[in-house]
């Protein structure tokens, strides 16, 4: 089954940068569609941004232009480049598959906390 471990996150003023890692185990991970997610404190977790296995990107509205996802076959690893941080980008950062029927058990997650 596939497994998610994600790590960079951390404290910073708004304005800077943060780049997000996402190591998969796993067999299906290169198949796969991998997105970002967050979910901001007292809300539901949405999709921030996703690439597809030949690496086509997609990203919400409130982060287009801002943040980057990419992806490195070689490494099985998803990375998550965010600039111009703002304050409403605050939230625990997760990755997985984009396709809900091919989610795994969410990891622990990053925590990103941007402050005005």
């Known amino acids: 089954q596939e497994q998610f471990v994600e790590s960079g996150g951390g404290l910073v003023q708004a304005g800077g940068s943060l780049r997000l890692s996402c190591a998969a185990s796993?067999?299906?991970?290169?198949?796969?569609?991998i997105g970002w997610f967050r979910q901001p404190p007292g809300k539901q977790r949405e999709l921030v941004a996703a690439?597809?296995?030949?690496?086509?990107?997609r990203y919400a509205d409130s982060v287009m232009g801002r943040f980057t996802i990419s992806r490195d076959h070689a490494k099985n690893a998803v990375y998550l480049q965010m600039n111009s941080l703002k304050p409403e980008d605050t939230a625990v950062y997760f990755c997985?598959?984009?396709?809900?029927?091919?989610?795994?058990?969410w990891g622990q997650g990053t925590q990103v906390t941007v402050s005005s």
């Open positions: 997985n598959a984009e396709d809900v029927y091919r989610r795994t058990a």
């Open positions: 796993g067999s299906t991970y290169r198949a796969n569609a």
């Open positions: 690439i597809s296995s030949s690496g086509l990107t």
